[in-house]
């Protein structure tokens, strides 16, 4: 039971480079969501989606861009890497709009930014 | 506007002693409540849940939780804490904002537990 899938768990990129996080759930849940986590902030909400071919912008989006090409799969990219992007990211999922249904979170990917 | 706060960034206990986390919210509408728990190197894992009813909840690993409206609270709780459940833990309040179901946390506590 996969569970959130997030790839890759650790990267260093140099400031300026491109990559994408993958974000992958076998649950078949409706909504998507990352999240970015720093020291003293808590998680805030980068973007999220509410179903396949739909993304929306969180509380922190600039900087990051996402597609949701399948409903199994949410990408985060950063087109131009900078160092204030040195964090956490988290994605996780829920089955729906029901707002008591508990998100569930992947493990992580640790970002660093040179 | 809607905030979750969490007063103690880090709190030390023994093994054995009993522990409270304080959670104070501010939320427009009825709050659904969680506690999330995350271990060094972790993900979130999901604690307990307040949605309606007793307002008592009881989660997984001995922890229990408390709903007080009156005060904005919702406080964890644990009897007797374990080496085990050092970690940090984060309160979040839930709702449908906008056509979607969302979560705000608190910047979340950090547990030392000493033996």
């Known amino acids: 039971n996969a569970g959130v899938t997030q790839t890759p768990k650790f990267r260093v990129l140099k400031t300026g480079q491109s990559m994408t996080l993958l974000c992958a759930q076998d649950?078949?849940?409706?909504?998507m969501y990352w999240y970015r986590q720093d020291p003293g902030m808590g998680l805030r909400l980068i973007h999220y989606s509410v179903g396949e071919g739909t993304t929306a912008k969180g509380e922190v989006p600039d900087g990051y861009n996402v597609s949701r090409l399948k409903k199994q799969n949410f990408l985060l990219g950063l087109e131009s890497a900078a160092p204030s992007q040195t964090s956490v990211y988290f994605c996780?999922?829920?089955?729906?709009?029901?707002?008591?249904?508990?998100?569930?979170f992947g493990d992580g990917t640790r970002l660093s930014i040179l | 506007a809607q905030s979750v706060t969490q007063p103690d960034i880090h709190i030390t206990v023994s093994e054995g002693a009993s522990l409270e986390l304080r959670c104070n919210y501010s939320?427009?509408?009825?709050?659904?409540l969680f506690w999330y728990v995350q271990s060094p190197g972790q993900g979130l894992q999901l604690l307990l849940k307040?949605?309606?009813?007793?307002?008592l909840v009881q989660g997984i690993k001995g922890f229990e939780a408390e709903f007080k409206r009156s005060q904005s609270s919702f406080n964890l709780r644990k009897p007797s804490v374990h080496w085990s459940d050092a970690a940090e833990y984060f309160c979040a309040v839930g709702g449908v904002a906008g056509g979607y179901n969302k979560l705000i946390f608190g910047a979340g506590t950090r547990l030392a537990v000493h033996p």
């Open positions: 996780a999922s829920v089955k729906g709009e029901t707002s008591n249904q508990p998100q569930h």
């Open positions: 939320y427009g509408a009825t709050p659904y």
């Open positions: 649950m078949n849940h409706e909504y």
């Open positions: 307040y949605f309606s009813g007793d307002t």
